[in-house]
């Protein structure tokens, strides 16, 4: 198995631009979740799916956040428009279930100028 | 409210030698606690998993502990080698009925020095 897939790696961007972060979890994985990694912060949930369906998006810092999870292989998390403060490591993780051990993707390095 | 405590922030250490990282919890009752590693410009990978009633769980050179009485859980690496150099974290998983909501710790970076 490949893993979990994320696009692309890096990105950088200047701020109000539309930024969007793609994700391939690990086939038979139901559970879907979508962090932000900072120094000072560590990692922090935005948005979990279970079975495609948005759980919990209580993580997600306004409302120029959105994920969506159209099918089981799939999921987009999207920031319009970015802002300086945007800038982190995002990560998609995916499981079986959701007390199951989390597989962790590469990440996206993301840069708002 | 439910934390997750790692120290030291940093560490640097020479090569062959041992080390232990601390993780402090106050998640109370939590269904397990997990060690990741996490090298530099990837996403976090597993070490050790540990249920709430075990104390103690191996990974070849990486040794878990876990005292629920005191909330403390230690991450032990023997004969430390260059590839250890990484950041370490600490999560500790709610024993809610399906919870999701893992509580990291900011981690603990290594480095080995040759």
């Known amino acids: 198995d490949a893993g979990v897939i994320q696009s692309p790696r890096h990105e950088v961007t200047e701020m109000g631009q539309e930024v969007t972060l793609r994700c391939k979890p690990i086939s038979g994985h139901n559970s879907l979740f979508w962090y932000r990694q900072t120094m000072m912060r560590g990692l922090e949930l935005l948005i979990y799916?279970?079975?495609?369906?948005?759980?919990?998006d209580s993580g997600m810092p306004e409302d120029r956040f959105s994920a969506k999870m159209p099918n089981a292989s799939f999921s987009t998390l999207k920031i319009q428009p970015s802002e300086p403060r945007d800038s982190a490591v995002y990560f998609c993780a995916s499981t079986r279930q959701p007390q199951e051990t989390q597989y962790f993707g590469p990440g996206t390095r993301l840069l708002v100028l | 409210k439910n934390q997750v405590e790692q120290s030291p922030q940093s560490l640097i250490i020479l090569e062959g030698k041992n080390c232990t990282l601390q993780?402090?919890?106050?998640?109370?009752?939590?269904?397990?606690l997990r060690w990741y590693k996490q090298d530099t410009g990837r996403g976090p990978v597993s070490l050790t998993i540990?249920?709430?009633?075990?104390n103690t769980k191996s990974n070849g050179r990486y040794t878990a502990t876990l005292d629920a009485d005191t909330k403390q859980s230690s991450l032990h690496i023997t004969a430390s080698q260059l590839s250890d150099s990484a950041s370490y974290i600490c999560v500790v998983s709610p024993r809610t009925s399906g919870t999701y909501k893992y509580i990291f710790g900011t981690g603990t970076r290594l480095k080995v020095l040759a």
């Open positions: 799916f279970n079975n495609n369906v948005p759980i919990d």
């Open positions: 993780c402090n919890y106050t998640v109370s009752p939590f269904s397990n």
């Open positions: 540990m249920t709430f009633s075990e």
